[in-house]
């Protein structure tokens, strides 16, 4: 084999393009190594026999910032120096590393002296050529104190909703089965939490409905809408029935995936069951008047010569329906109260209660770094569940009584319910009102905005009309109430037929006031509701 070598000028020549290519490639590490955001430290091993001699004979600007130590007070110190650092598992570890050549991962290690910041550091160490070891670290003392926050705050939480004992709130995946079981609902339901957890909810529906594909429904709704409600019939472990209102909302990540379902469920058995009685009372007194009636009709043609029997009867009648509409009177006054009362208690309980969550939350997304994204994606999807209870909590209060209403007035109530209802159902409402401010007193507005609501829920459970239009007008000594829709109407003498209790109700609500109320509607023409009421004494000008 001929070997030839390079002499004189072109040697020369090779030898300097070589140790210039290697301080330009020298130089670019270094730029690098200055660069990264990782702390950096190059040891050096002086004698192979004592771990303490590793030297730092270089770090770079990141390590410095995450130790909180300067440069000139980490180059050039020995192990030797750093007593407490000798005492750690770090020393021995690196030795091993140096001895066997071979990266290691040394997990984290909590530190921090007189001169290293205290903190939790995930530590890296690698073999460098010769008598070298390269050392990367990265301070997660944020981090670590970020999730044992975040740890904290869903333990709250979770608390929170174990706690509550009025509702059964629990969750579930995607195809309906149960994953989360809170003390309410095994209160309510009767399953201790490892009975029911991975059944489908369908297990509380009666089997005609589930026959019926009614759960199935329910989650279609809530997935295509964000929520559903629903009362009905419920059925326990024991076999035995309760009437529930469920609200059911859908659980969307940040990327708007479905993950699930939250439930809750309130036992209405009580409330169901005098609204059922009432209204089977208030059909036996309108059949009992109806009696009274055809008997004293009779009465009148076979007896004329007896009017003073027939005074008395009729007076007996007058007092009977006086008595009927004060006890009337008295049960929509007691349902006001308690639906406020209850809607206070949610709002102001559970509602502060939610609201501490989301501020912990958005405390710590504030303090996560963007790198810290699996942490970030944890807040958001704590924060959307706690939004999820924030709205759901929002929305029955509203329900039950809006603040609105006592707080702003008729008009500002009457202005939310007509977006709310436009909302909800995709109808065109509008309503308008009188130039001049309008002041009226509780029982009016009251009655006023539930007969507004009453024949908002008509609308969208009867008219399939487009557009609602409403107008509050104020006459001298009356005030008129208007609402009108443009849907399929109704022929009233079929209404009449059925004694439609919505607008008994409203009827009722109108002579507590002794004012007036009328319904006119023309088949595929829409249908028109007025109220008139008098103005108190108060308000008239003198």
Avoid at 5 to 26: D, F, Y
Avoid at 118 to 141: C, D, R
Avoid at 214 to 241: F, H, N, T, V
Avoid at 459 to 468: F, L, P
């Amino acid at each position: 084999m001929t070997t030839h070598r390079t002499s004189g000028p072109a040697a020369h020549a090779t030898k300097s393009a070589l140790a210039q290519q290697r301080e330009t490639t020298l130089s670019l590490y270094q730029e690098i190594l200055r660069g990264l955001p990782v702390g950096i430290i190059v040891l050096q091993l002086e004698n192979p026999n004592d771990v303490s001699t590793f030297r730092i004979a270089d770090v770079n600007p990141a390590a410095a910032l995450l130790t909180g130590a300067a440069l000139e007070d980490l180059r050039g110190r020995t192990l030797a120096e750093f007593p407490k650092l000798l005492k750690t598992r770090f020393p021995r570890r690196c030795f091993e590393a140096f001895a066997s050549r071979e990266s290691r991962n040394l997990g984290e290690i909590s530190y921090g002296d007189e001169r290293i910041r205290e903190g939790i550091y995930s530590v890296q160490v690698f073999p460098l050529p010769g008598h070298f070891m390269g050392v990367a670290f990265e301070n997660i003392t944020d981090r670590r104190h970020a999730e044992q926050a975040l740890r904290e705050s869903e333990e709250r939480f979770r608390l929170l909703v174990q706690g509550v004992q009025e509702y059964a709130i629990f969750n579930l995946d995607p195809l309906g089965n149960v994953v989360s079981w809170n003390n309410g609902a095994e209160r309510l339901k009767g399953y201790r939490a490892e009975e029911i957890l991975g059944r489908h909810f369908s297990t509380f529906y009666p089997a005609e409905e589930v026959t019926n594909g009614r759960p199935k429904e329910i989650l279609e709704e809530a997935a295509q809408r964000g929520q559903s409600e629903d009362e009905g019939w419920r059925i326990r472990k024991d076999g035995s029935r309760f009437w529930a209102n469920v609200v059911v909302t859908a659980l969307r990540n940040a990327k708007g995936s479905l993950r699930g379902f939250a439930k809750v469920t309130r036992d209405m058995t009580a409330r169901h069951s005098k609204e059922e009685a009432l209204a089977k009372t208030t059909e036996l007194l309108e059949l009992r008047v109806e009696q009274r009636t055809a008997v004293l009709g009779r009465v009148n043609q076979e007896l004329r010569t007896e009017i003073a029997e027939r005074a008395r009867a009729e007076e007996q009648l007058r007092a009977s329906l006086d008595q009927l509409r004060a006890l009337a009177a008295r049960l929509q006054s007691v349902r006001e109260e308690e639906r406020t009362s209850i809607a206070r208690e949610i709002h102001d309980e559970l509602g502060q209660a939610c609201t501490a969550i989301k501020m912990d939350l958005a405390l710590i997304g504030r303090k996560a770094t963007r790198r810290q994204t699996r942490l970030l994606a944890k807040v958001d999807s704590a924060t959307q569940l706690v939004d999820g209870m924030i709205v759901t909590l929002r929305r029955i209060a509203s329900d039950l009584r809006p603040r609105t209403l006592d707080d702003l007035g008729l008009t500002a109530a009457l202005e939310w319910q007509a977006q709310e209802f436009e909302s909800r159902t995709g109808i065109r409402c509008r309503i308008t009102f009188p130039e001049e401010p309008l002041v009226l007193d509780a029982e009016r507005s009251t009655a006023i905005f539930r007969i507004f609501q009453e024949s908002l829920t008509n609308v969208a459970r009867h008219a399939h009309a487009a557009r609602v239009e409403a107008r509050l007008e104020r006459a001298v000594t009356d005030l008129f109430f208007q609402v009108r829709d443009d849907g399929m109407g109704f022929d009233p003498e079929e209404v009449r037929t059925r004694k439609s209790l919505g607008l008994v109700g409203m009827q009722e609500r109108a002579l507590l006031l002794d004012g007036e109320f009328k319904v006119e509607g023309v088949p595929g023409a829409g249908t028109t509701l007025t109220l008139r009421i008098p103005l108190p004494p108060s308000t008239l000008p003198k």
